[in-house]
């Protein structure tokens, strides 16, 4: 059952504070009140991402298209929810470590917690995002991601904990992700066949094959599929009967 903060911290005021760094790398601290005019993309990582020989966790930096930058993970799992919202186009920008959220719990014990991701949405609205998988999620860890939902009330931005995502979805989308670079793009012109060929739906190789030599298209073919200037069914496997056809965004996304 969902707790709100005053519930998690008792009767008192949990205290909430905001810390971060801001573009020059200066700590900053601000109360709620401030929360609604902060832009948490601006922000820079609270948390360094760090290797060590023999540590269980695989952190790492995912180059991101839609930022045009890296984006730092500290567990493959991470790394798959950065993919897949560097692939959603309603995301316009992307940053993990924003900030502490500092409070008090009901024993009056200061506490906080760092957020995995913040994304900008093309609505404008911001969403914080901690990802942990549901069989991973301590007491501590609930009563941590409820005051953060409530905090994140307060600035008016949405907050979502996301857990494994679905395994065949993850790794079309994988795929696609290598082809996410602009020079994936192919030669002039090359974008406008393709679209023409899967004015209506085709088989992904067949399409390919009516535009010229496969191995010369299929790179633009998938990067326009990352782009969803071209869009398949992602939640069965690819292969090369799948039937893809031209998508909502004519230029591509990004």
């Given at each position: 059952?969902?707790?709100?903060?005053?519930?998690?911290?008792?009767?008192?005021?949990?205290?909430?504070?905001?810390?971060?760094?801001?573009?020059?790398?200066?700590?900053?601290?601000?109360?709620?009140?401030?929360?609604?005019?902060?832009?948490?993309?601006?922000?820079?990582?609270?948390?360094?991402?760090?290797?060590?020989?023999?540590?269980?966790?695989?952190?790492?930096?995912?180059?991101?298209?839609?930022?045009?930058?890296?984006?730092?993970?500290?567990?493959?799992?991470?790394?798959?929810?950065?993919?897949?919202?560097?692939?959603?186009?309603?995301?316009?920008?992307?940053?993990?470590?924003?900030?502490?959220?500092?409070?008090?719990?009901?024993?009056?014990?200061?506490?906080?917690?760092?957020?995995?991701?913040?994304?900008?949405?093309?609505?404008?609205?911001?969403?914080?995002?901690?990802?942990?998988?549901?069989?991973?999620?301590?007491?501590?860890?609930?009563?941590?991601?409820?005051?953060?939902?409530?905090?994140?009330?307060?600035?008016?931005?949405?907050?979502?904990?996301?857990?494994?995502?679905?395994?065949?979805?993850?790794?079309?989308?994988?795929?696609?992700?290598?082809?996410?670079?602009?020079?994936?793009?192919?030669?002039?012109?090359?974008?406008?066949?393709?679209?023409?060929?899967?004015?209506?739906?085709?088989?992904?190789?067949?399409?390919?094959?009516?535009?010229?030599?496969?191995?010369?298209?299929?790179?633009?073919?998938?990067?326009?599929?990352?782009?969803?200037?071209?869009?398949?069914?992602?939640?069965?496997?690819?292969?090369?009967?799948?039937?893809?056809?031209?998508?909502?965004?004519p230029g591509g996304a990004r």
């Open positions: 059952m969902r707790q709100d903060a005053r519930a998690v911290t008792g009767d008192s005021d949990p205290g909430f504070e905001l810390c971060f760094l801001d573009a020059d790398g200066d700590e900053r601290r601000e109360l709620p009140a401030a929360w609604p005019g902060l832009w948490p993309e601006t922000f820079m990582p609270v948390r360094e991402f760090r290797w060590a020989r023999g540590q269980k966790h695989l952190p790492g930096l995912w180059w991101s298209a839609t930022t045009g930058s890296h984006v730092g993970y500290e567990s493959w799992l991470e790394r798959d929810h950065v993919m897949l919202l560097d692939f959603d186009p309603q995301v316009t920008m992307l940053v993990a470590q924003p900030f502490w959220l500092r409070w008090r719990d009901g024993a009056g014990r200061s506490r906080r917690h760092a957020p995995d991701l913040f994304a900008r949405m093309a609505d404008g609205c911001g969403v914080v995002i901690d990802v942990r998988p549901d069989d991973r999620i301590e007491q501590r860890d609930a009563e941590a991601f409820d005051v953060t939902k409530d905090a994140c009330g307060l600035a008016g931005w949405g907050f979502r904990r996301v857990g494994v995502p679905d395994p065949v979805l993850a790794a079309n989308v994988a795929w696609l992700a290598r082809y996410r670079h602009p020079r994936c793009g192919g030669w002039p012109g090359l974008a406008r066949l393709l679209q023409e060929i899967f004015a209506e739906p085709a088989p992904l190789m067949a399409g390919a094959a009516a535009a010229g030599d496969p191995m010369a298209v299929l790179p633009a073919l998938f990067h326009l599929m990352w782009r969803h200037a071209l869009a398949a069914d992602l939640a069965v496997r690819l292969t090369a009967e799948t039937l893809v056809v031209a998508g909502t965004a």
